[in-house]
Each structure stands twice: as structure tokens, then as C-alpha cells.
């Protein structure tokens, strides 16, 4: 069986630095273990990638909390979780079309995610790989991963349901 993880937006600002929550902090141990279930060549980071222009865009005109600017620390992926990743994708934007495409290109079994937050950049993600790769099967790890809040992370995990993802450890 060829599966993939692939860690959505795991760095520094958004586990305790600038857009930091208890929620993320609380996920760290299991984050780190989930890393642990899966080889190298299986797992795929994401990084949130934003530049000095940040507060000019649109998300940042909605958000204006500078945070993951590239080569920054609080863009890096926290040190433990550091373990090698067979591809690491900046993106700029909540999802990643790189990324679905990546997953409709290689068309594994099944692919996990897993990582911050549940309600922006995780459904965004899931939402493109269903469009994407449809038969590929999709699960997300609910304990390794939290939303903005308690809330929107169980009402974002009942809308990837609704997307015929499998939903784990809720």
C-alpha cells in the first residue's frame, strides 16, 4: 500500500509564536509521534510562505498579523519535527494546487493529513486533493491537528465528513 503524510502548516507561529493557540501546543506530542508511524520518502510538509509585501494582500488586509515570513523563525517548522520530509512546499495561499497535483501525479492509496490550522489550511488542502485525486482515499488524524478554535476545529472535521474523509481519532 502506497500512502503519504503530509503535515499541513506545522511552524513556529502558528504553535506559540505570533498566531500561536493552547490548541496547537496541546497537538505538539502527537504531531510528533504521527511523524514517527511513517518513512521519510511518506511524508510531505507544507509551509505557510509569506513575504515583507504580507499586510498588502488580501489575506493580510483580513488578517493583519505578520507571521511565516520565509527564513524567518517563526516560518520554520518547529526543530523536533525537523525529521526529513520526502518534499517540502512553500505556499502563499491556504491550499496547495502543487501539492494536489503532486498527489494526482503519484496517485498513492491513501493520504493522511495532519497539522494546523483544521478550519483554514487543512479543509483547503483536503478539499483540493478530493477535487484533484478523488480516488484517492483521504484521512484526517483529528488529534494531530487543531483549529483556530475548539469550535471550528470539530465543525471543520464535520464538513471534510461530508467530503467522504475519514475522519480518525475525533
Known amino acids: 500500500m502506497k500512502k503519504l503524510l503530509v503535515l499541513i502548516d506545522f511552524q513556529n507561529d502558528f504553535i506559540d509564536g505570533s498566531l500561536g ?8 506530542p502527537r504531531v510528533l ?3 514517527k508511524e511513517y518513512a521519510p520518502a511518506e ?5 505557510d510562505t509569506h513575504f515583507a509585501d504580507y499586510l498588502t494582500t488580501q489575506e493580510g488586509q483580513n488578517l493583519p498579523i ?4 520565509k527564513d524567518t523563525f517563526g516560518w520554520q517548522l518547529p526543530v523536533e ?3 526529513g520530509f ?3 512546499i512553500e505556499k ?5 494546487i502543487e501539492l494536489a497535483e503532486y498527489i494526482r501525479e503519484i496517485q498513492p492509496d491513501q493520504v493522511e493529513l495532519i497539522g494546523l490550522d483544521t478550519d483554514i489550511c487543512v479543509i483547503s488542502n483536503v478539499v483540493l486533493i478530493k477535487n484533484y485525486a478523488p ?11 487543531a483549529g483556530v478554535t475548539p469550535e471550528k476545529h470539530l465543525a471543520a472535521l464535520e464538513t471534510m465528513r461530508s467530503l467522504q474523509v475519514e475522519i480518525i481519532n475525533a
Open 21 to 28: 493557540s493552547h490548541e496547537a501546543q496541546a497537538i505538539v
Open 33 to 35: 509521534e504521527k511523524l
Open 135 to 145: 480516488e484517492v482515499k483521504v484521512i484526517v488524524d483529528a488529534s494531530a491537528s
Open 66 to 69: 505578520l507571521h511565516t515570513q
Open 86 to 88: 520526502s518534499r517540502i
Open 81 to 83: 519535527a525537523q525529521v
Open 43 to 47: 511524508r510531505i510538509a507544507t509551509m
Open 92 to 96: 502563499s495561499t491556504f491550499g496547495s
